[in-house]
């Protein structure tokens, strides 16, 4: 048995293939040369004449009842829309206002505010100078002046004044009232700080 040479199988595969394109090669040649060639060129003539008259005709819309629907629905929409939109705008405008006078507003009690610290601190330094000025004039009495004073006063009003003043000049003082009267100021004192917690 004899083997075949592969490169000789391979030349004569490919030449059956170049046999088999040239066949089809001349089959195409043959029916472009027979009219279909032009047959195929009127139509694609016809095509692009189709095309430049449908470009150039003008387009004609037809609308039924359901588009004019829609139209109209759509119209309204906007007109809300735009409604609403001006609405909104007024409503904002009307914010911003709201906003710049409260802030005026906030800035004006702030300030207000710290006028009645400020005017708060005077009067309590005032007050608490008018006291001590008072309490030194109670200190600085002859106490047989200041007894009477004493005893008219309501108790919780002379024990402030004689918690404020020097041990002696009170000592002084308490000894010239009435038994009843040095004891209600006496319990009042005592039970000032009664309450202040001790740690």
């Keep these: 048995m004899t083997r075949q040479n592969p490169k ?4 004569s595969g490919r030449y059956a293939l170049i046999l088999i394109a ?8 043959l029916r472009l040369g027979s009219g279909t060639g032009s047959a195929i060129a009127r139509e694609v003539d016809a095509l692009r004449h189709t095309e ?16 004019s629907e829609l139209l109209v629905a759509i119209k309204e929409r906007e007109a809300r829309v735009a409604k609403q939109e001006a609405s909104l705008a007024g409503r904002m405008k009307a914010l911003g206002v709201a906003e710049v006078s409260m ?3 906030l800035a004006a009690l702030i300030e207000a505010e710290e006028n009645l610290k400020a005017t708060m601190a005077l009067a309590d330094t005032a007050s608490e100078d008018d006291l001590s000025r008072l309490t030194s004039v109670y200190e600085n009495m ?11 006063m309501d108790p919780q009003f002379s024990a402030g004044f004689l918690g404020r003043m020097r041990p ?18 006496s319990v009042i004192l ?10």
């Design 8 to 11: 000789k199988k391979r030349r």
């Design 22 to 29: 040239g066949f089809f090669l001349a089959s195409g040649i």
């Design 52 to 67: 430049k008259e449908e470009v150039l005709a003008p387009q004609v819309c037809e609308t039924g009842e359901g588009i």
């Design 103 to 105: 802030k005026q507003n």
């Design 142 to 152: 002859k106490a047989k002046d200041a007894v009477p004073l004493f005893e008219e």
């Design 168 to 185: 002696d000049a009170a000592a002084k003082i308490f000894a010239g009232l009435t038994p009843s009267k040095a004891y209600s100021i």
């Design 190 to 199: 005592a039970g000032r700080n009664a309450e202040v917690p001790t740690e």
